[in-house]
């Protein structure tokens, strides 16, 4: 390859930015971008021209049209990933981010509703005092209030129950045993159908048990780790998204978008909605997030 050449070959990747992450979202083809220009094409058409098998149109879209999408999806995440950790200091604000309907697509949700189950399974309804802070469990209505970490009331509520779910457990598979060692002995179908019956709804409260005395300490922390490693990858790639390195974009995006679906109106040709699949957590669609109509 001479320079001519490498030269020619660096240019067109770069103004092509987004190439390899942009698919058509009717035929599922990649789009690639124009020589002539910085649209994608979907490829589809771009073969077979109109009298494709999937009905795709001329749909085409620049990255200025992409660029802003992206910044969107980069600042919204982020920023609900920093507001989901931020929780993590004071539980009255996990209590508070429940009612949020985006915050089920944030991976902390699940583990503080776990913490949240544990503690209002575990610990009386009304007023506890936890080093010296005032915490309030309402086991009604599953919320727990104060101004300490959720994972400090976890604690307690693991430390005071543990002993009991523990007991529970052994006492559970002793009448499992037991059951079990009867069931030989039984001669009729229909006494056997009944023991398993019996035997089946023990296997579930064991189960059960078995969960509520996994500690949860050690996976909240490994996925409240990864949420502030994404929301900090997520803050960096707005800014880099915002400038015009297209290389540098080019990398970051990858590092973090696995693809990015795009739709088009099939008549007018416009886009209407891109859907990105990130490499971590929930697919975003622009048009539910973001308003492209
Ligand atoms: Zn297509």
Same mark, same amino acid.
């Given at each position: 390859?001479?320079?001519?050449? *490498?030269?020619?070959?660096?240019? +067109?990747?770069?103004?092509?930015?987004?190439?390899?992450?942009?698919?058509?979202?009717?035929?599922?083809?990649?789009?690639?971008?124009?020589?002539?220009?910085?649209?994608?094409?979907?490829? =589809?058409?771009?073969?077979?021209?109109?009298?494709? $098998?999937?009905?795709?149109?001329?749909?085409?879209?620049?990255? !200025?049209?992409?660029?802003?999408?992206?910044?969107?999806?980069?600042?919204?995440?982020?920023?609900?990933?920093?507001?989901?950790?931020?929780?993590?200091?004071?539980?009255?604000?996990?209590?508070?981010?429940? #009612?949020?309907?985006?915050?089920?697509?944030?991976?902390?949700?699940?583990?503080?509703?776990?913490?949240?189950?544990?503690?209002?399974?575990?610990? !009386? &309804?009304?007023?506890?005092?936890?080093?010296?802070?005032?915490?309030?469990?309402? &086991?009604? #209505?599953?919320?727990?209030?104060?101004? /300490?970490?959720?994972?400090?009331?976890?604690?307690?509520?693991? !430390?005071?129950? !543990?002993? @009991?779910? &523990?007991?529970?457990?052994?006492?559970?598979?002793?009448?499992?045993?037991?059951?079990?060692? %009867?069931?030989?002995?039984?001669? #009729?179908?229909?006494?056997? $159908?009944?023991?398993?019956?019996? @035997?089946? @709804?023990?296997?579930?409260? /064991?189960?059960?048990?078995?969960?509520?005395?996994?500690?949860?300490?050690?996976?909240?922390? $490994? *996925?409240?780790?990864?949420?502030? +490693?994404?929301?900090?990858?997520?803050?960096?790639?707005?800014?880099?998204?915002?400038?015009?390195?297209? %290389?540098?974009?080019?990398?970051?995006? +990858?590092?973090? /978008?696995?693809? @990015?679906?795009?739709?088009?109106?099939?008549?007018?040709?416009?886009?209407?909605? *891109?859907?990105?699949?990130?490499?971590?957590?929930?697919?975003?669609?622009?048009?539910?997030?973001?308003?492209? =109509?």
């Amino acid at each position: 390859m001479n320079d001519r050449e *490498v030269h020619k070959k660096t240019n +067109r990747g770069d103004a092509h930015w987004l190439s390899g992450l942009l698919y058509c979202g009717k035929c599922g083809e990649k789009m690639s971008g124009d020589k002539a220009c910085h649209d994608y094409i979907c490829k =589809t058409y771009k073969v077979n021209g109109k009298k494709n $098998e999937s009905g795709c149109q001329c749909f085409r879209v620049p990255n !200025a049209e992409i660029e802003p999408i992206l910044e969107c999806y980069f600042e919204e995440v982020g920023h609900r990933l920093n507001v989901m950790v931020a929780a993590d200091q004071n539980s009255s604000l996990v209590h508070a981010l429940f #009612t949020e309907s985006w915050m089920k697509e944030c991976e902390l949700h699940y583990v503080y509703m776990k913490m949240t189950d544990f503690i209002t399974a575990n610990l !009386a &309804q009304g007023i506890h005092y936890i080093d010296d802070s005032e915490v309030i469990i309402d &086991q009604d #209505t599953m919320d727990v209030y104060g101004e /300490i970490t959720l994972e400090e009331i976890y604690n307690e509520a693991y !430390a005071s129950n !543990a002993k @009991m779910l &523990q007991e529970k457990l052994a006492e559970k598979e002793a009448e499992f045993d037991r059951l079990f060692e %009867r069931y030989k002995s039984l001669k #009729t179908e229909m006494a056997r $159908e009944r023991a398993d019956a019996e @035997m089946g @709804m023990i296997e579930v409260e /064991i189960k059960k048990l078995k969960g509520q005395l996994e500690p949860l300490v050690e996976q909240y922390h $490994e *996925v409240l780790d990864e949420s502030k +490693r994404l929301a900090a990858a997520y803050e960096s790639a707005l800014e880099t998204v915002k400038g015009n390195e297209n %290389r540098r974009k080019g990398e970051v995006v +990858r590092q973090l /978008i696995d693809k @990015m679906i795009c739709r088009f109106d099939d008549d007018s040709r416009e886009l209407i909605d *891109v859907e990105i699949i990130p490499k971590t957590g929930h697919p975003w669609s622009s048009q539910r997030n973001y308003g492209t =109509t």
